[in-house]
Structures are given as structure tokens and as C-alpha cells.
């Protein structure tokens, strides 16, 4: 029996070693054993403009449902457009244009105004021209909005992440609308 029991600690630490390289299999974690993700930070301007016509970047699908009191209580509730935005590298609308938001817009609150929205950032110039990236979720007016990032493709596959925007002033905000996003994405 004595020389079996030598033999456990030999036995313990090749054990140690197989868990520990199935673990990094498992996650493709281990040295060559996958993919490392990157974090990429993204920041441009989406210009939008709301309307008709050539210039117009929004459509109105369905417009906002009338409140359930009768008058005009500013709810979006029941609004539903389509965007495709331009993706500018600065809040100037003559700045460089990057890509496109395309996606839809829906009026889901009855009560604070916020608006759920499903984009995808398509770029189409710069260094991760053919790539986008998904994000869905909920935005208040007012606030900087955080939504989720769901999804990519390109240099985005796989990606998951977070957008940050917040909305710039405009000279003419009953026409245009300017948010500056920070995306944060892991791919």
C-alpha cells in the first residue's frame, strides 16, 4: 500500500491539471484554445431628421395613441417608425458620414414618454466598414439612455456591450434630432 499512497499527490496535481485545461477548453479561454475578446469603444453622431422627403431620415408607421382621458397627456404610447439615420463622425452635419442607424422606434410607455428602439449601427466607411452592431431597449427623453448591445456582425461577431447617448442641442429641434453615442462592445 505504501507505494500507491506516493503516488496521490502525483495523481492529484495531473488531476488538477486536466480539470483546469477542460475548464479553459470550455471557454476557449486557454492558451490557443480560442478566441480573447476585444473591447472596442465607438463614438459618433446620429443625425436624424423627421421631415418628409428627400431629407427625412424617420417614418411614421403608426402614430401615438390618443390617452385614455381624452386629451393630449404628451404620451408616445403606440408610436411606431422606422429610421435610417445617418452615422456622421462629428454633431455637424456636413462632418464625415460613418454608416447608418436602421431600425424601428416604438412609443412603449403610457405614462413617461420613453421609446423602445431596435437599431443597428451599419458602417459602411472607416475601419470596420461591413461590420455592425445590434442594440435594443428602452430610452427616456431627457437622460443619457443606456441600451443593451445584443448582437454584430464583421469585425461585431458576437459582440455584447453597452451604448451610452445622449441628445445634442439643435437650432431646429422640432426637425432634427443629434444624439452622441459611446458604444462599448466586447467582440
Given amino acids: 500500500m505504501a507505494p ?3 503516488n496521490l499527490p502525483l495523481l492529484a496535481v495531473v488531476l488538477l491539471f486536466w480539470l483546469a485545461t477542460m475548464a479553459a477548453a470550455a471557454d476557449g479561454s486557454g492558451a490557443g484554445g480560442g478566441k480573447t475578446t476585444t473591447t472596442t469603444h465607438l463614438h459618433f453622431y446620429m443625425h436624424e431628421f ?8 424617420t417614418a411614421r408607421v403608426a402614430p401615438p ?11 408616445l404610447f403606440g408610436l ?9 463622425e462629428g454633431a455637424d452635419p456636413a462632418s464625415r458620414l460613418i454608416g447608418r442607424a436602421q431600425g424601428l422606434a416604438a412609443g412603449t410607455s403610457l405614462a413617461d414618454g420613453s421609446v423602445t428602439t431596435m437599431l443597428d449601427f451599419v458602417f459602411t466607411e472607416g475601419p470596420y466598414k461591413g461590420s455592425t452592431v ?3 431597449g428602452v430610452g427616456l427623453p ?15 461577431r458576437m459582440a455584447r456591450g453597452y451604448t451610452v ?12 434630432l443629434i444624439l452622441e453615442y459611446d458604444i462599448y462592445v466586447s467582440h
Fill in 4 to 6: 500507491h499512497r506516493a
Fill in 50 to 57: 423627421f421631415t418628409g422627403g428627400p431629407n427625412g431620415t
Fill in 65 to 75: 395613441v390618443v390617452s385614455r382621458g381624452g386629451g393630449g397627456s404628451g404620451s
Fill in 80 to 88: 411606431l417608425s422606422v429610421v435610417d439615420d445617418a452615422l456622421r
Fill in 134 to 136: 445590434a442594440a435594443f
Fill in 142 to 156: 431627457g437622460a443619457a439612455m443606456e441600451r443593451p448591445v445584443i448582437g454584430g456582425t464583421g469585425a461585431f
Fill in 165 to 176: 447617448s445622449r441628445v445634442v442641442p439643435t437650432a431646429d429641434p422640432n426637425n432634427q
